[in-house]
């Protein structure tokens, strides 16, 4: 059937239905990243939960990363300290059971994910709260998502091998997209002299 994008609204009664305890965590998660991915995932959903930090992520074959965040039930529209952490986790987990250097934009294009965690005194840099500012739960969930991450590949080398070729891809596109980039500039810079040169040659006072 048809699969619609989950709107902002959407989600944000979603992470209602969490604080208020109406909604199973694999309900949230799965029901987040199915409506986003549909049949395009690469790979079944990875999910993850401990008693403060519940993750899900996926791929599929579009470039730029899409992601969902929830902090005590609220959802944080513009991210935060838990989104970027889990990015971050993400990318060293990936990094670690590859034995490999990926940059960020290889491991995040394509990406689908969602993260809830649960903080004692949350801090939002808004009175909208659409962003967590909590600065000392950065590691913890950077660790808890690298590990999890790693241990999943480790367990499931049939989906490591599907994710590791999309950031083989992924690296590949950007290197070309980077080299088509030094082309046009060195293209640029000699057609810019070849003006000057011509302009010098044309310029002959009596």
């Given at each position: 059937?048809?699969?619609?994008?989950?709107?902002?609204a959407?989600?944000?009664?979603?992470?209602?239905?969490?604080?208020?305890?109406?909604m199973?965590?694999?309900?949230?998660?799965?029901?987040?990243l199915?409506n986003?991915?549909?049949?395009?995932?690469?790979?079944?959903i990875?999910a993850?939960?401990?008693?403060?930090?519940?993750?899900?992520?996926t791929?599929s074959?579009?470039y730029g990363?899409?992601?969902f965040?929830?902090?005590?039930?609220?959802?944080t529209?513009?991210?935060?300290?838990?989104l970027?952490?889990f990015?971050?986790?993400v990318?060293?987990?990936?990094n670690?059971y590859?034995?490999?250097?990926?940059?960020?934009?290889d491991?995040r294009?394509?990406?689908?994910?969602a993260i809830?965690?649960?903080?004692?005194?949350a801090?939002?840099?808004?009175?909208?709260?659409n962003?967590?500012g909590?600065n000392e739960?950065?590691?913890?969930?950077?660790?808890?998502?690298?590990?999890?991450?790693?241990?999943?590949?480790?367990?499931h080398?049939?989906?490591a091998d599907?994710?590791?070729?999309?950031?083989a891809?992924?690296?590949?596109?950007?290197?070309?997209?980077?080299d088509?980039k030094?082309r046009?500039?060195?293209a640029?810079?000699?057609?810019?002299l070849?003006?000057?040169?011509l302009?010098?040659?044309?310029?002959?006072?009596?």
């Amino acid at each position: 059937g048809i699969k619609l994008r989950p709107t902002n609204a959407e989600v944000a009664r979603v992470g209602l239905a969490i604080a208020a305890g109406e909604m199973k965590y694999q309900e949230l998660l799965d029901w987040i990243l199915d409506n986003e991915t549909g049949e395009d995932r690469l790979y079944d959903i990875i999910a993850y939960r401990s008693k403060d930090c519940e993750f899900a992520l996926t791929h599929s074959d579009r470039y730029g990363e899409t992601s969902f965040s929830f902090a005590n039930g609220q959802f944080t529209h513009d991210g935060g300290t838990h989104l970027s952490a889990f990015r971050e986790g993400v990318l060293k987990g990936i990094n670690e059971y590859s034995g490999k250097n990926y940059k960020a934009d290889d491991i995040r294009d394509g990406l689908i994910g969602a993260i809830s965690v649960k903080v004692k005194e949350a801090n939002f840099e808004s009175q909208t709260k659409n962003k967590l500012g909590n600065n000392e739960i950065r590691g913890p969930v950077v660790a808890q998502v690298k590990d999890a991450v790693a241990d999943f590949m480790h367990k499931h080398k049939d989906i490591a091998d599907i994710i590791l070729d999309k950031v083989a891809r992924n690296e590949s596109f950007h290197k070309q997209v980077q080299d088509a980039k030094k082309r046009r500039s060195h293209a640029i810079v000699c057609d810019r002299l070849f003006v000057l040169q011509l302009q010098k040659f044309q310029y002959q006072p009596f």
